[in-house]
């Protein structure tokens, strides 16, 4: 009886150390998106000090604007945000380029706060999660992580194309 009690723990202990080490994982991928400048630079990082006028910059190629990106992420972010909590999420028509072309320039300083903060809670709402919480959102929050980084690698080479970037910020 000890033996199987003592395989039990064991087993318990195992997966309750793989829940802990998948939420820190998951954790910390959605703060070096954020804040946390590890292997390349994140998000806070591309968007500080820039202006309304910058971000509202275009190639003239056809590619999105920096505030563009900026609202695309602000409203996958707060929809999945919405999601995770049981909350519908936000109205969404299948035409992802509603998500881009819905940027306002006076209201830039409030999107980037906005982003921010429901950033921070996602990274919150993770730590605090339980493990069944994490085991079925894994998949989705590896790729919450993975998009904003995608979306702000096209931030910082749109502030390198219009001469706004600091190499000292990362990626010279």
């Not at 009886?1 to 991928?29: D, G, N, P, Y």
């Not at 990082?45 to 609202?71: C, F, M, P, R, Y």
């Not at 493990?131 to 993975?146: L, M, P, Q, V, Y």
Request: proline residues 2%; hydrophobic residues 35%; charged residues 20%.
């Amino acid at each position: 009886m000890k033996r199987i009690l003592a395989f039990v723990f064991c087993l318990w202990a195992t997966f309750q150390l793989h829940a802990q080490t998948l939420k820190s994982v998951l954790t910390e991928q959605l703060k070096s998106t954020h804040t946390k400048q590890d292997w390349f630079v994140p998000v806070n990082v591309a968007l500080e000090g820039l202006t309304s006028e910058q971000a509202i910059w275009k190639d003239g190629s056809g590619n999105h604007s920096i505030g563009q990106l900026a609202n695309h992420l602000l409203f996958w972010n707060e929809h999945q945000l919405l999601k995770f909590r049981g909350e519908k999420g936000h109205p969404y028509n299948g035409d992802n380029e509603e998500t881009f072309n819905a940027f306002n320039k006076e209201q830039w300083e409030q999107t980037v706060r906005r982003l921010s903060s429901v950033l921070s809670e996602l990274e919150k709402l993770i730590q605090t999660s339980d493990d069944a919480f994490i085991r079925k959102w894994a998949e989705t929050i590896g790729n919450i992580s993975t998009h904003n980084a995608y979306h702000t690698g096209q931030i910082v080479f749109i502030r390198k194309q219009q001469g706004s970037w600091n190499p000292e910020k990362g990626v010279k």
